[in-house]
């Protein structure tokens, strides 16, 4: 099949890639000209492991090309993905201005059916919107579908390859069987298609990531309860994820969840609520949990020193907002960082990938370090904001003996409290009694 995918952000870059690899013909457009010269040259502007790998083998076996030329990629296609961003807007909804602009630009240039697709994360609605858009500029036949996409960073090639479910929005049963055919080669085992509507499938995007929003801010709630009443929330967690109603995903404590699509995705809903006159308290509240919770390992620095850390030195493990990404959108590590500063510590910081991101936010107010042994010398304390695999088995001894104090706080609770008694440690996490050394 003829695809062209507009957008190469994380979305539009996976998916164009992955439909490569499934045997389609794809093109890739973007308005960036610099973002498609780097990926003409082989060069990928974000992290997912995987990805490199299949650019280069469907670009090598012309399957999958990169223009800025996007009359041309639309009269090649037959299916149109717009995977272009949706950042938030002033009063917290979703700003749509750039789907318009490809949907009108798709409108334009035409030239026979086209089924326009949208893989961004859109308020319902906009399916709707999209076809006023068109019929204004064309006059083929054309038709619209939503299919939200449902990848989490660091695992989006295996997310997309093997789908949980494929949900396809659209009134159209041409439309629906062009799409069961591009998906065919990704649900072999049996994962659903499920049919819908657009106002439904929109609806699914936002519903889907409120949801795992809610359990994320309720057990850092949960976590932040055992703190004060001596639980351990590693036992509660396990309790309760052992019931099939509930089930042992999204139960991990932390700092607070960032990103682009829960943060952006729960202001979204609540203000598409509030459109309709009503008012999504429930989250309201998990967004303001969620705010309150980046907080907390802070508060547990300033518990322990004092309120004011002139002239102290913290290690940061870790400053993507999850594991196997760059991406710093909102993450934990910003607001954690930024507290530090503010009380007069210097902080010296590591991550595997997002090094590159973190000079962009802080500048020259952190000190960066390529190794995360180097970041602990001389430090006052270590705090873990991202949970990398990399963090889980370091050399504890080497640790204790290049830092100034054997102390750590743990944002993801990545250490068991015995054994960082065992290796000399003070140590504190969130949710489970504080260990001395």
């Known amino acids: 099949m003829k695809v062209c995918v507009i957008g190469t952000g994380y979305v539009g870059l996976v998916a164009g890639t992955c439909f490569a690899e499934s045997g389609n013909d794809v093109v890739c457009v973007d308005v960036d000209e610099g973002k498609i010269g780097k990926l003409q040259q082989g060069q990928i502007p974000i992290y997912e492991p995987g990805l490199e790998e299949l650019i280069k083998r469907n670009v090598a076996e012309k399957r999958l090309a990169f223009t800025t030329e996007i009359a041309a990629a639309v009269r090649v296609a037959t299916v149109c993905f717009i995977a272009v961003g949706t950042p938030q807007g002033d009063t917290g909804g979703a700003d749509l201005s750039y789907v318009k602009r490809a949907a009108a630009e798709i409108g334009e240039h035409m030239d026979g059916y086209r089924l326009i697709v949208t893989k961004s994360t859109v308020p319902v609605g906009t399916a709707a919107m999209i076809r006023k858009i068109l019929a204004a500029r064309t006059k083929h036949d054309f038709d619209v579908a939503s299919n939200p996409e449902f990848l989490k960073e660091g695992a989006a090639i295996d997310d997309f390859m093997r789908p949980d479910r494929v949900v396809i929005g659209t009134s159209s049963q041409r439309a629906a069987d062009l799409l069961k055919e591009l998906y065919a080669p990704f649900v072999r085992t049996e994962q659903p298609i499920l049919a819908m509507s657009p106002e439904s499938a929109e609806m699914t995007k936002y519903a889907a990531n409120s949801m795992l929003a809610a359990r994320v801010s309720l057990m850092n709630e949960i976590a932040n309860l055992c703190d004060k009443v001596g639980a351990d929330v590693d036992d509660v967690r396990r309790g309760i994820g ?38 999504f308290r429930l989250l309201r509240a998990v967004e303001e949990v969620n705010e309150e919770q980046k907080q907390v390992l802070v508060e547990k620095v300033k518990s322990h020193f004092g309120a004011f850390l002139v002239g102290m030195k913290f290690a940061v493990w870790g400053l993507a907002f999850k594991p196997r990404t760059d991406d710093m959108r909102l993450a934990p590590s910003i607001a954690i960082i930024e507290r530090l500063l503010a009380a007069g510590a210097h902080v010296h910081a590591h991550d595997p990938e997002a090094m590159h991101e973190a000079r962009r936010i802080f500048g020259d107010r952190i000190t960066y370090h390529r190794v995360n042994y180097d970041a602990l010398e001389g430090a006052d304390a270590l705090l873990v904001v991202t949970e990398w695999n990399e963090f889980r088995r370091p050399d504890f001894d080497r640790m204790r003996g290049l830092m100034k104090r054997p102390l750590i706080f743990d944002g993801r609770n990545i250490y068991e409290p015995e054994q960082m008694r065992q290796h000399g440690f003070t140590y504190y996490s969130v949710g489970r009694r504080p260990v001395a050394a």
């Open 242 to 279: 052992f019931d099939r109603r509930i089930g042992q995903s999204f139960l991990f404590p932390g700092v607070g969840y960032g990103g682009s699509c829960f943060p952006k995705d729960v202001r979204a809903i609540v203000q598409t609520a509030s459109e309709h006159g009503l008012d």
